[in-house]
């Protein structure tokens, strides 16, 4: 029974000042949305007047999360990490999706098979993609809004515009992947036939 209690402390002292609390989470994503509130006004310069006005409440709770305890703390940090306003927010989801379209058409270049029966697919996903890309970064560089909301829902337009094209992009990359593991399990076969 002692060795037991003992290994639980030893545990506990091991592993809990590793972890992090929600609030220091929750910190931590205030950080990364100060960050990128530079980032976007500089990609984005028509939407730094609505980030300054954001920038301004969220730093005002920031300030307010102080000394607070831990579950009002997290709850207030979390609340200035929304206070970004709606602009910054969905351009934060544009560029995120943008990222994962990427990365998901890189992971669709490099699965190789001889002769992929969706390679005629893939190259025009590709042009697509590269074209949709392109004109969605050209709509919010040309964009200015008149308000935050005018400002939110375009950038909203083409976020639904990247949506569509994530999905072809997610279902090609299926097939593709799909086609790999057959040709895989194909060569495994002959080569236990040889």
Not at 150 to 159: K, Y
């Amino acid at each position: 029974m002692r060795i037991n209690c003992l290994l639980l402390v030893l545990f506990l002292a091991v592993v809990l000042p590793g972890c992090k609390s929600s609030a220091e989470r929750q910190d931590e994503a205030y950080s990364k949305s100060q960050e990128l509130v530079k980032d976007y006004s500089q990609r984005w310069p028509a939407f730094e007047q609505f980030f300054k006005a954001g920038e301004t409440a969220a730093l005002k709770l920031h300030d307010e999360a102080a000394g607070l305890d831990e579950e009002a703390r997290t709850a207030k940090l979390k609340e200035a990490g929304q206070a970004f306003g709606p602009a910054f927010l969905a351009l934060r989801q544009y560029d995120e999706l943008r990222r994962t379209i990427r990365t998901k058409m890189e992971k669709l270049d490099r699965t190789s098979v001889k002769k992929r029966s969706t390679d005629s697919k893939i190259r025009a996903l590709q042009r697509d993609t590269d074209q949709i890309l392109e004109e969605t970064d050209e709509a919010l560089g040309k964009l200015k809004p008149k308000n935050e909301g005018e400002g939110a829902a375009e950038v909203m337009r083409q976020v639904s515009r990247l949506q569509t094209i994530e999905k072809r992009v997610s279902s090609v990359l299926g097939q593709a992947e799909a086609e790999v593991r057959i040709a895989r399990s194909k060569n495994r076969a002959k080569d236990k036939k040889q």
